[in-house]
């Protein structure tokens, strides 16, 4: 159980997933200019990693290993991960139209996420049990999450901030990047 | 490889079916217009529109939430098509552009020092911003930095200015603005605009009848932009020629200047902008939203018509004015003489009406040549009823039916019809009205050489325009006051010999506020004239409706004028509009062209299967409170620019056109004169020079404070 606790903690602050792994960064500065956004991405990252993750380690486990296909890892996942996100939004339609609402228009960005794709071949690589890949999955989804609010709430500081010309938006917007993953780098030794 | 591509296929394969068959179980019906309505968008998903994505903005059309202009990146064409797809009025697919009404900026007072962030979002938090207009522009750009096309930028006197060639009707700033200052609306909907309580209005533009931004035009002939200045009394009043002669101009006497000195001489500026376009030799266009397919039948062709089919037409629609006289023009016409508003000027505008593709089919008489009911069979979806007030009130006095006497409109309008009229060598006229005075300066003219005016009561409290007493008193008329007439006296061939008159004398103040005249027994009085006009009002003759059984529900009220809702002008049959002098009894020409675009709004909501209705905040001609002043520190008086007359001697015995336009030279004093007021601020004139020098390097401070504060 320790063991799950601090994976989720590695996981959400030591090795996150956009501040110290750099994936996903498209999402994050392109849907960060507004907490509003910011939280629905956030959502959609989670619902669609913890699904993505368990079902690629589900695939490669029992597929891809079994017949010895390990080189077809990338092409495979992302044909799982694109289906499965038409899937999901499709069930989301149907079923729960609030939640279809809310995150509706991020689920098609996330399809070619660079973060989700990271996380399931992470998910492999550190050949983590089926229980630690749910945690991981969760926890680097959980981290996004984190990261990308956190930033979004800087942002809209910014915007009643003087930035000089040159600097402004996406520019002022890595630099504020830069300086939070910074922070986040305090982490690294706490576990 | 055999294992891998069977592998491959087989994910490949499941993915595919389980995805079919969820498209089948969790199929939900979309509405098939969104998908048309995308194809018609540009594709870029920019995100410029305010949605994620096209398809996005593609369900918030469909849903109603956006308008069919919602795409700035594909123009007017694809809004054009969307509207199709929607079944909309294309009215509505005109493009929208941002306005900022406000010219405060640092013009009006702080009520308190503010050092925080700035944002006109976080200023706007505390009291509502710190200057003392409270709906006024704060001043700190959250609608610049919030425009993705730099289209607006900070004026040098601290408000922003929109570029017009730049801006795409996004919307944004819009949003962002805590004052709702920056508005962005399609031509329509400004023209449809009414003056609201929380609008930024100057105490003129309060009080002109036909709403016109008095302000704007004059700081655009203050800046040479003539032509500007014509654009903007357009969006208000088509017959700015018209106006320009005859309005006795209401707004001058709220000009904020006239309270401490001579008021600036707003018609005469309208009068110089508009014979400026005519004498121009060409005719600016008059843009008009897209064609709509609901037709519209003005009945009578005077100023309220014209301005209401004017507005419908470019609002769209398709319209065709019925009048029953030969020409249109109604009582500016056939009321107003030669002299003052002659019928070559009169032409030249009613053509530019025209123009815009408006039919005109005049002798056309309803109740005579056709009914309410045939207007109706023909497939007129609304119709306006601007039929005037034609019926003179009479003396109801023994002999007023002699040969030699008249009726004040029949008289003029025989005379405009330029019909030989018969006068003997001396006239009197009773009434004390512009059409009074009408008729005795048209007499003169008409080369009668005594001419009196006969009044009951004094010159002070005549009805009739100042201006226009004075003239008639160069002229040489015989004013007699206090006189009320008795009888008309004949011969034995039953023409006119004498008009008998009892003197008066004031009494209590009635229920207008005038002292009552009071008859002196026993002071009956002979006049000897060959003529007698009787000019004491007139109002609407609404026989058609007794004779129509359609319109038994077509309420009239005691004074003859046609009974509606005063907001919108609606009678009580839902397609039926009426405005101008049938619905208010026998007004001023601007009070009709005002009730003509009011009539045109809500026929427009009728026509788009609308409610019906106006603003609750609507202001019809009431003032607020707190843009009126009683003291105007920071004047400094100047003289007000004449009015250019032409000598008497030429005056009479021709219909020539008695005042003239001013110099361009005058007009850029005249509009100078101008404070270019706001609700609450004006520019200053005594301190003007100092206040530019330190106003300029307090904002220069201020903004270096911001400054440190944003990064501290």
Same mark, same amino acid.
């Given at each position: ?36 956004? *910011? ?11 913890? =699904?993505?993750?368990?079902i690629? $380690? ?8 079994? $017949? ?9 996942f ?22 279809y ?6 689920l ?27 945690? *991981? ?23 009643? *901030? ?11 917007? =890595?630099?504020? *990047? ?14 | ?12 394969? %499941? ?39 096209? /398809? ?7 849903a ?24 909309? #009025? ?19 007072? #702080? ?10 979002a ?31 930028e ?18 944004v ?44 035009? &004059?700081?655009? !002939? ?20 018209t ?6 101009h209401?707004?001058?006497d ?6 401490? #000195?001579?008021p600036? /001489? ?38 309220a ?19 029953a ?10 009321? &107003? ?5 002659p ?22 008489k ?14 007129f979806d609304?119709?306006?009823?601007? !039929? ?26 025989k005379v405009a ?19 009074? &005075?009408?008729?005795?300066r048209?007499? %003169? ?25 004075e003239?008639a008193?160069?002229?040489? &008329? ?6 009320? @007439? ?52 007139q ?9 129509? @059984? ?12 046609? #009974? ?13 509009f ?16 005002g ?15 609308e ?24 004047? %400094? ?24 336009? !001013? /110099? ?49």
């Amino acid at each position: 159980m320790t063991d799950l606790i601090v994976l989720a903690i590695s996981c959400i602050l030591i090795n996150n997933i956009l501040l110290a792994q750099y994936l996903g960064n498209c999402p994050f500065l392109g849907t960060s200019k507004k907490m509003e956004t *910011a939280v629905g991405m956030a959502m959609a990252v989670v619902f669609v990693l913890v =699904l993505a993750g368990v079902i690629t $380690w589900i695939v490669d486990t029992f597929i891809l290993k079994r $017949w010895d296909l390990e080189y077809l890892r990338t092409i495979a996942f992302i044909l799982v991960i694109a289906s499965l996100v038409q899937f999901v939004e499709m069930f989301l339609k149907k079923s729960i139209p609030a939640l279809y609402a809310g995150l509706g228009i991020f689920l098609p960005l996330i399809t070619t996420n660079c973060a989700v794709m990271g996380v399931c071949l992470i998910n492999i690589k550190e050949e983590y049990n089926f229980i630690q890949a749910l945690v *991981a999955s969760f926890a680097y989804a959980a981290g996004f999450g984190l990261a990308l609010i956190l930033f979004a709430g800087v942002r809209e500081r910014i915007l009643l *901030a003087r930035v000089p010309r040159p600097l402004q938006d996406t520019s002022i917007g =890595l630099i504020t *990047a830069g300086i939070l993953s910074l922070v986040f780098f305090a982490f690294k030794g706490m576990v | 490889m055999l294992e891998a591509t069977l592998v491959m296929l087989a994910i490949g394969g %499941v993915c595919g079916l389980v995805l079919s068959i969820a498209s089948k179980i969790f199929y939900v019906y979309e509405d098939p217009r969104i998908a048309e309505v995308e194809g018609f968008l540009a594709g870029a998903n920019c995100g410029g529109c305010g949605y994620a994505g096209c /398809s996005a903005a593609a369900a918030a059309v469909v849903a109603g939430k956006a308008p069919p202009s919602i795409c700035m990146v594909a123009g007017l064409e694809s809004a054009i098509k969307v509207a199709e797809i929607m079944g909309l #009025d294309p009215g509505s697919a005109e493009p929208m552009k941002s306005v900022n009404e406000c010219l405060g900026g640092v013009r009006a007072d #702080d009520k308190y020092f503010y050092n925080g962030a700035p944002a006109c979002a976080a200023l706007a938090a505390l009291w509502g911003g710190r200057r003392v207009c409270t709906i006024g522009c704060l001043g700190l750009g959250d609608c610049i930095r919030a425009c993705r096309f730099d289209a607006i930028e900070m004026g040098p006197e601290g408000y922003p200015v929109v570029d017009e060639a730049r801006c795409v009707g996004c919307g944004v700033c819009e949003k962002v603005c805590p004052k709702n200052i920056i508005t962005v609306r399609t031509m329509s909907q400004r023209l449809l605009h009414f003056n609201e309580e929380d609008d930024a209005l100057a105490p003129c533009r309060q009080t002109c009848p036909a709403e016109i931004d008095i302000p704007k035009y &004059i700081g655009q !002939i203050r800046e040479g932009d003539y032509e500007g200045a014509v654009h903007t009394i357009r969006e208000r009043n088509p017959l700015l020629l018209t106006c320009g002669r005859v309005c006795p101009h209401p707004c001058e006497d709220y000009c904020r200047r006239g309270i401490v #000195d001579e008021p600036v /001489s707003i018609n005469q500026l309208k009068r110089f902008v508009a014979d400026y376009e005519m004498n121009s030799g060409k005719r600016l266009p008059i843009p008009c939203a897209p064609e709509t397919d609901k037709k519209v039948a003005v009945v009578g062709g005077g100023p309220a018509g014209l301005s209401c089919a004017y507005f419908l037409r470019r609002l769209g629609h398709r319209v065709t004015i019925f009048d029953a006289m030969p020409e249109l023009g109604g009582i500016a016409r056939y009321g &107003i003489p030669e002299y003052r508003l002659p019928a070559r000027v009169l032409d030249w505008e009613i053509q530019g009406i025209l123009d815009l593709g408006i039919e005109a089919r005049c002798n056309n008489k309803l109740g005579r040549d056709f009914t309410i009911a045939s207007l109706r069979r023909e497939g007129f979806d609304a119709i306006f009823l601007g !039929i005037g007030a034609w019926s003179d009130y009479r003396l109801r006095v023994e002999g007023e039916d002699l040969d030699g006497c008249w009726q004040g409109i029949k008289f003029l309008s025989k005379v405009a019809a330029g019909e030989k009229v018969k006068v003997g060598p001396r006239a009197a006229v009773i009434g004390g009205g512009n059409s009074a &005075i009408d008729c005795v300066r048209t007499l %003169v003219r008409l080369g009668v050489r005594e001419v009196y005016l006969v009044y009951r009561r004094t010159r002070k409290e005549m009805p009739a325009n100042e201006v226009e007493i004075e003239a008639a008193e160069h002229e040489g &008329i015989k004013f007699i006051f206090l006189a009320a @007439p008795v009888r008309v006296i004949g011969d034995e061939n039953g023409r006119v010999t004498h008009l008998e008159y009892q003197k008066m004398e004031l009494g209590e103040p009635d229920a207008s506020g005038r002292r009552r005249p009071v008859p002196i027994e026993g002071s009956e009085t002979l006049l000897e004239v060959e003529t007698v006009i009787t000019a004491i009002g007139q109002r609407p003759d609404v026989s058609f409706v007794e004779k129509d @059984p359609d319109l038994a529900k077509l309420k009239v009220t005691r004074w003859n004028t046609i #009974d509606n809702d005063p907001e919108t002008l609606q009678t009580s049959i839902a397609y039926i509009f009426t405005a101008g002098d049938a619905a208010t009894g026998a007004s001023l020409v601007v009070d009709a062209i005002g009730g003509g675009r009011r009539a045109a709004r809500s026929i427009h909501q009728y026509l788009n299967g609308e409610p019906v209705k106006g603003s609750p905040k609507s202001l019809r001609k009431r003032h607020i409170p707190e843009s009126l002043f009683d003291d105007v520190p920071g004047v %400094v008086r100047s003289k007000r620019t004449p009015m250019p007359e032409l000598p008497v001697e030429q005056r009479l015995d021709s219909m020539v056109e008695v005042d003239l336009v !001013i /110099s361009e030279k005058d007009a850029l004093y005249e509009s100078g004169r101008c404070l270019s007021c706001c609700r609450l601020c004006y520019n200053r004139e005594t301190e003007q020079q100092e206040n530019q020098g330190a106003g300029q390097d307090g904002s220069s401070e201020d903004a270096g404070r911001e400054l440190e504060e944003a990064t501290a």
